[in-house]
């Protein structure tokens, strides 16, 4: 009994390592650890493992992997007072689950077409990634791997032509081009012809290498360009610091804090457009007007366009009138003190701003509280005009997807505002891992992003995706500061490949996937045929 417990142990062991081992390494790519180069080798142990399992345990081996690195992740947000250990550990295996899905997969796959490997796991991962970022309200883009190169310009640059999805879909190469090399140099048994002789495995590489070099001289292009004459726009983000932990009531706020954005403001004299972050101002706009006239005094006095963050309310909109639910807006004051634009945020985050399919899910109370109240989505991307550029603006959650920033690059903009509010997390984790987001945005589109963060990370990305500057202190600690930083941006640049034709590589994935997947199951049948024919003596 005692040598069957041991021997039992010790097979959890050997099950447990490579995804522990995958799922530790691939988290340290990213922040607050800020190792990138491990995410090309980071999924190598669990790689090895899917060449020996079966559909079942490659997808719980998947999955546990999944599972270990969003905890690692992702653990600022088990802290965050809405959220229990059941919920985060359900997150987890959500979110783990689309792990295990790849993980599966690739092992039907390996063991019917194993010379490919290194050719579809890539678009593999690039459609479940795709997938997992476009479900509706359960979309979480959390953990997208090409996130991880967001310090490494050179090969985040791909992400110009193929979206971030491209990143992931070189990383992933990489790890199976080591793989296929460990197995055709095995002598083991398990390691059959096909896998020592696969023709194939050689592009991988090549295409890894001329992805790095296309990122990279896209850039270089770019930042030649970006020095060469043309207009700039003279721009200024304000960090007011408001509250640690996000919970301030609205007269504390007037006292105490807005005080502060005003003071910012003024010393930010000479700046063509002053930014504020996401929910930066009290009371709701306009329908305070009080506080409405207030702000457009302030533009008028800098004689600068002043851009707000603030809870937006119209008495004379039928719908919200009839609802009573504030949109999270931010608006747009001109040097003459008007209010000249508004934006309604779309994108809502699920179980905070509204309760998705609340008429028809009865969601427990142990996953939201069905007293929280919805707040009223907009309709439209909002175009705004500061002197000689037009920018949009993106607020919060909205940064994490593509789409709308590649749609309003479309609309003729010349830079992306994001709004965020941040003051709910002390976490080092939580506001780097969303300054990646930015990063890539501005690399997609060739656009500069203005990232304006309650307290941090604010900063100015130029089109190549370099942070310029920063709010920071003396220190050079950028979190939990006040501050103001300043600069310039070239408006008026060409928008990229991916711009113009969105994510034409992931359906080239997905295609390549469908067909692969239809070679493997027309594989499968005509073997099965065969060997029943062979048995029947046919």
């Known amino acids: 009994m005692t040598a069957n417990n041991g021997f039992g142990l010790k097979r959890m062991v050997k099950w447990a390592v490579p995804p522990i081992t995958s799922a530790v390494l691939l988290a340290a790519a990213f922040p607050p650890f800020d190792w990138p180069l491990l995410a090309w080798i980071a999924l190598v142990p669990l790689f090895l493992k899917l060449y020996r399992c079966r559909i079942l345990t490659g997808f719980g081996a998947g999955l546990f992997t999944g599972l270990i690195f969003y905890v690692i992740l992702m653990w600022w947000t088990a802290s965050l007072g809405e959220i229990s250990l059941v919920n985060f550990l359900l997150m987890g295996i959500v979110l783990g689950s689309f792990f295990g899905l790849f993980a599966g997969l ?115 292009a770019i930042d030649g360009e970006a020095s060469s004459p043309a207009k700039k726009l003279s721009v200024a983000i304000v960090q007011g610091n408001a509250v640690a932990n996000g919970d301030i009531d609205d007269a504390h706020y007037l006292k105490d804090v807005l005080p502060i954005y005003e003071k910012l403001t003024r010393e930010a004299r000479g700046a063509s457009l002053v930014v504020w972050p ?106 705004f005009q500061a002197g000689p550029a037009n920018f949009g603006v ?76 920063s709010v920071q202190d003396a220190s050079g600690r950028e979190i939990g500061v006040t501050g103001m930083i300043t600069g310039n941006i070239k408006i008026g640049q060409e928008r990229s490949f991916y711009t113009r034709h969105g994510n034409a590589f992931v359906h080239a994935c997905v295609i390549t996937v469908t067909v692969l997947i239809l070679i493997g199951i027309i594989t499968q049948v005509g073997r099965a045929l065969l060997n029943q024919l062979k048995n029947s003596g046919g």
């Open 394 to 469: 993106q607020i919060c959650f909205e940064n994490m997807f593509p789409d709308q920033v590649r749609q309003l690059a479309l609309k003729g903009v010349d830079f992306v505002v994001g709004q965020t509010n941040e003051a709910y997390t002390e976490s080092p984790a939580a506001h780097y891992q969303h300054l990646m987001y930015f990063v890539f945005r501005a690399i997609e589109n060739h656009m500069p992003i203005l990232r304006s963060s309650t307290n941090g990370v604010s900063a100015i990305i130029d089109a190549t995706g370099r942070i310029v500057g």
């Open 106 to 220: 690739g092992c039907w796959l390996l063991r019917i077409l194993p010379q490919w490997a290194p050719l579809y796991l890539p678009p593999l991962w690039v459609s479940i990634e795709y997938f997992r970022s476009h479900i509706g309200f359960l979309s979480q883009p959390f953990g997208i791997l090409g996130y991880s190169q967001f310090t490494i310009l050179p090969v985040a640059g791909l992400a110009s032509y193929t979206g971030v999805y491209g990143v992931s879909s070189i990383l992933i190469a990489s790890n199976a081009l080591i793989v296929s090399v460990v197995w055709r140099c095995s002598p083991s048994p398990l390691c059959n012809n096909s896998l020592r002789q696969g023709r194939w495995q050689p592009l991988a590489p090549v295409l890894i290498a001329a992805s790095i070099l296309l990122g990279g001289f896209t850039l270089q």
């Open 278 to 383: 996401s929910s930066s101002v009290p009371g709701v706009i306009p329908y305070d007007r009080s506080m409405t006239d207030r702000l457009g005094l302030l533009a008028k006095e800098g004689n600068t366009f002043l851009l707000i963050g603030a809870a937006g309310f119209d008495k004379f909109d039928p719908k919200q009138r009839l609802t009573k639910r504030v949109a999270n807006s931010a608006f747009l004051f001109s040097p003459s003190g008007l209010l000249r634009g508004r934006y309604d945020k779309i994108r809502l985050l699920p179980f905070d701003e509204y309760l998705p399919a609340r008429d028809l899910i009865p969601w427990p109370d142990w996953v939201v509280s069905k007293e929280m109240k919805d707040h009223q989505p907009g309709k439209d991307l909002t175009v």
